[in-house]
């Protein structure tokens, strides 16, 4: 911890402990921003997924082959543990519902959209705003195929409201996700998230 006090200085890095940011989905998106923020010291992190590790995540998830069949919410803490053994994890296994999630989410100050499912999004994207109107959302849109990295961006919708990603590539037949773009979307939302800890906001 004192060398992220020395990167970052202790007013910041102090933010950073104290804040605890929920990570729904953990596939290409939610693995990479996971792992960014516990990288940056967030305190706490609150992982949700109900999804088992497969074969074909590897070229984009925070995975290994050995983890494969197991459930991305114990292969990611593991993997959490190994990289910031001071960060505090609660992981839940299921899948985050409209009935759940308040539960879910209750305790986080953001809340990190990070499914494949455009109706999940949505479905989140709706409670928390609606719901929870004291939690900042960091959500995506876009950010599939070989398009240029530069229309990768990120918007404040509103002021507890962001939006990463060029809001047009979404996954087809004819596109599909490649590791860099998916994980330079995942960077935007765990810089963005970083930012709102910073108060230094989008305009």
């Not at 060398?3 to 950073?16: E, M, N, T």
Request: one cysteine or more; hydrophobic letters at 45%; charged letters at 20%.
């Amino acid at each position: 911890m004192s060398a992220l006090i020395q990167r970052h200085g202790a007013a910041l890095q102090g933010a950073f402990s104290a804040a605890t940011v929920a990570v729904c989905g953990l596939g290409g998106l939610g693995s990479n921003i996971a792992i960014l923020l516990a990288r940056a010291g967030i305190g706490k992190l609150i992982l949700i997924d109900f999804d088992r590790v497969d074969i074909t995540n590897l070229h984009r998830q925070q995975y290994k082959a050995s983890q494969i069949g197991v459930y991305k919410t114990d292969a990611l803490t593991d993997n959490l543990r190994e990289i910031a053994p001071y960060i505090e994890l609660e992981a839940h296994t299921e899948r985050i519902t409209e009935d759940n999630a308040v539960m879910l989410l209750k305790d986080a100050d953001i809340v990190c959209e990070a499914f494949d499912d455009a109706k999940a999004k949505a479905m989140l994207t709706d409670i928390v705003l609606s719901e929870m109107p004291d939690k900042y959302l960091v959500t995506a849109s876009g950010m599939a195929g070989m398009g240029t990295a530069n229309s990768i961006k990120t918007r404040r919708i509103t002021s507890r409201f962001y939006l990463s990603g060029d809001e047009i590539s979404e996954v087809s037949d004819d596109i599909g996700l490649v590791a860099p773009r998916v994980a330079l979307c995942a960077a935007h939302q765990a810089h963005t998230v970083l930012r709102i800890i910073a108060k230094q906001f989008e305009v």
